[in-house]
């Protein structure tokens, strides 16, 4: 990857940071190693009656696969090995790739029934529902892409359905969600399902597609999924990030604290910054806690600011990878500049070191794919120009941070954040869809 598109430009600050991704029009993710895989799950596949998979069928890191028979299947199984292993590395890349995607139009909110669309990228703050039909309309081009980014849950009414129309494609069609996707009995269904949590295909449902789970289970009841005919969308190809800006942290720049259900402090906590709670409006502890700033519970201010939070969360987790850390310890380590990813959880035990080398420009990102773990009395610690504003943590599900653990740099996450007693933040404490919860702990923006 080429470091300078990880570099703000002196003088423009937090704004300055963006990354971009192919037209969505045009190019859509590669599955690579996912893209023989029918089904694939995180912790286990199961299967209840006479399911039907054609296609590979695999599991990682877990290794139970149950059902089969009665549940029938073509291709190859893979429960554990290093297949499944790379197909859940490939997906998370793809995964990435979608939720980093510049979103065409927003529907949040609305109800995929009843719609035609055109190629494009549709995004869905929180849920998205589908009561009814949703016909895709690819006006005569079969490499159109369709990419759905949704922020929480996919769900499937009863018997609802998916066409596809005018030359459109199941394989270009990619359904990257934030939790869980359940299709609910008789749903017909087509398109990669990319859940990050777990995928539930009720009695009857069809996938003409794939459903890729990342960190959970596939759970299957007489149903069925088949991979579509024909490759998919031709691979995204890295765009520098100084070319042409895409996100920032928007309106969420002056918050040391953003929660979506509720801000809860016990003891004498201090937020340096504003702090606010968005769609919640709970905010509890305050006193004994203090803050500078102004506090926003449920208003118009604390909603943009979780908006402009999503886009920048998308982003980092949109970067194209400098290093795979899967299954390492951020403790004693010293990194450079650069995208660093972890399929799954992130642990710190000790101390990591972020050396900028000279340059107070340089950016440090971190996508992980589920937990980020600090345990007690672990830090980050900057050397060289290194600076708290240009560190990102991305973090898949919730970050908790053990006793006594200086962190440095923004904390996104898209549950939850734990920030036990005597923690320290420098940067901020952004959660998506949880809660932030301290005690006697500190945040100060940065």
Not at 30 to 46: H, N, R, Y
Not at 132 to 161: C, E, H, M, P
Not at 416 to 424: A, C, D, F, H, P
Request: proline share 4%; net charge neutral.
């Amino acid at each position: 990857m080429n470091l300078k598109s990880l570099m703000i430009p002196a003088g423009l600050g937090l704004s300055a940071l963006a990354f971009v991704s192919s037209p969505a029009l045009a190019q859509g993710p590669s599955l690579g190693a996912a893209q023989s895989f029918a089904v694939l799950g995180a912790s286990t596949v199961t299967s209840a009656g006479a399911s039907a998979i054609t296609g590979d069928l695999g599991v990682s890191p877990g290794t139970a696969v149950t059902g089969f028979p009665p549940a029938t299947m073509t291709g190859t199984r893979h429960a554990g090995d290093a297949v499944a292993l790379q197909a859940q590395g490939d997906l998370t890349a793809a995964y990435n790739a979608c939720a980093g995607a510049t979103s065409t139009a927003t529907l949040t909110g609305q109800d995929l029934g009843g719609r035609t669309l055109t190629p494009g990228v549709y995004t869905f703050a929180a849920s998205a529902p589908l009561n009814g039909v949703l016909t895709l309309d690819a006006q005569g081009n079969a490499n159109a892409v369709f990419i759905f980014q949704i922020g929480s849950t996919l769900l499937a009414a009863i018997n609802s359905s998916v066409a596809v129309t005018n030359g459109a494609r199941e394989a270009n069609v990619f359904w990257q969600v934030g939790s869980s996707a359940t299709l609910a009995a008789g749903v017909a269904f087509k398109g990669n399902i990319m859940a990050l949590a777990s995928i539930t295909l009720s009695q009857g449902t069809t996938v003409s597609g794939r459903a890729l789970a990342r960190t959970a289970a596939v759970t299957m009841d007489a149903s069925s999924v088949s991979v579509p005919s024909g490759v998919t969308a031709p691979s995204v190809k890295p765009v520098d990030a100084t070319a042409t800006p895409v996100a920032s942290l928007g309106a969420a720049k002056t918050f040391a604290v953003l929660g979506a259900s509720t801000v809860t402090s016990t003891g004498a906590s201090t937020v340096t910054g504003d702090l606010g709670v968005s769609p919640g409006t709970a905010i509890t502890g305050l006193p004994p806690g203090t803050m500078t700033g102004t506090l926003h519970a449920g208003d118009a201010v604390a909603l943009q600011a979780q908006s402009d939070l999503t886009k920048a969360y998308n982003a980092c987790a949109g970067a194209s990878s400098t290093a795979t850390l899967t299954g390492q310890d951020l403790g004693g380590r010293t990194l450079t500049p650069g995208v660093y990813t972890f399929a799954a959880s992130a642990p710190l035990n000790g101390i990591l070191t972020l050396d900028a080398q000279g340059n107070p420009n340089a950016v440090f990102v971190f996508q992980i794919g589920s937990t980020l773990l600090a345990a007690i009395n672990s830090s980050v610690r900057l050397i060289n120009g290194a600076r708290e504003a240009n560190v990102f943590w991305q973090v898949g599900s919730s970050a908790t941070l053990a006793a006594g653990v200086v962190l440095r740099g923004n904390i996104m996450a898209y549950a939850s954040i734990t920030l036990s007693q005597g923690t320290r933040v420098f940067g901020r404490a952004l959660a998506r869809t949880g809660a932030v919860t301290m005690d006697t702990s500190s945040v100060v923006a940065q």
